[in-house]
């Protein structure tokens, strides 16, 4: 699944999207934002596959919100305007499309998208490097069940195990696949493989540990089995 973020000042550019992308059964709507500064705000706490960003918006432009994007997701431009073209290109956005968007063409920015991620992912490494003590040590996806802030350092689960690391939340999670894991609290990510049950409140793991949801990380629980 492609959790994607519309992001356009026009209600009606929303509901054209959503309804085109009803029929692409593995794009997941994450949410929506009607200008980049909500935009960026989301992207602080959620992690999102695909934005589909407009241009023209106020305060803040789609380019200027790219630039501001340490490490940005996927993107496909939707604009009323041709000439952003070449600045949304050389920011390597995987496709620029022009409004109205015809259920045709959104198909063909979103096979340039899923060609783009296979890409992505088949040199993506599967394993992440972190700082335990004085060294250096390698921690494979997989075996990572849960991921808990901790003062100033974090705890990384593996299973009954755990390992203390020095590293910030948010770095370890730009580290992190976002098909695999997602961050479901200010304190909290965890592997989606590992997930046995959810409720409205917490996220329950193999071995039966609940997880509480922070309010403001609620829609990640559409994205869970």
């Not at 996927?74 to 109205?100: H, M, N, R, T």
């Not at 959104?106 to 700082?131: G, N």
């Not at 004085?134 to 705890?155: C, H, M, P, Q, V």
């Amino acid at each position: 699944m492609y959790r994607t973020l519309i992001i356009d000042d026009e209600p009606l550019a929303h509901e054209v999207l959503q309804h085109h992308l009803q029929r692409h059964r593995d794009i997941e709507i994450a949410g929506h934002c009607y200008n980049a500064t909500q935009a960026l705000s989301y992207l602080a706490n959620q992690q999102v596959d695909l934005l589909l960003l407009d241009i023209n918006m106020p305060a803040l432009s789609g380019i200027e919100l790219l630039k501001v994007l340490s490490k940005p997701p996927l993107v496909i431009i939707i604009s009323a305007y041709q000439e952003y073209a070449i600045q949304g290109f050389e920011l390597d956005v995987a496709d620029y499309l022009l409004k109205p968007v015809s259920f045709e063409r959104l198909s063909q920015a979103l096979t340039k998208v899923r060609k783009r991620s296979d890409e992505q992912h088949s040199v993506m490494p599967s394993f992440i490097v972190l700082k335990v003590d004085r060294e250096r040590r390698k921690f494979n996806f997989d075996d990572i069940s849960l991921i808990e802030a901790y003062g100033n350092y974090l705890k990384v689960w593996q299973g009954e195990q755990v390992t203390l690391v020095s590293s910030t939340l948010k770095q370890c999670l730009q580290q992190l696949p976002a098909q695999h894991f997602v961050q479901i609290h200010k304190s909290f990510v965890i592997n989606k493989n590992g997930v046995c049950a959810v409720d409205n409140e917490h996220v329950f793991l193999a071995g039966g540990k609940a997880i509480k949801v922070g309010k403001s990380f609620k829609a990640c629980l559409l994205s869970l089995p």
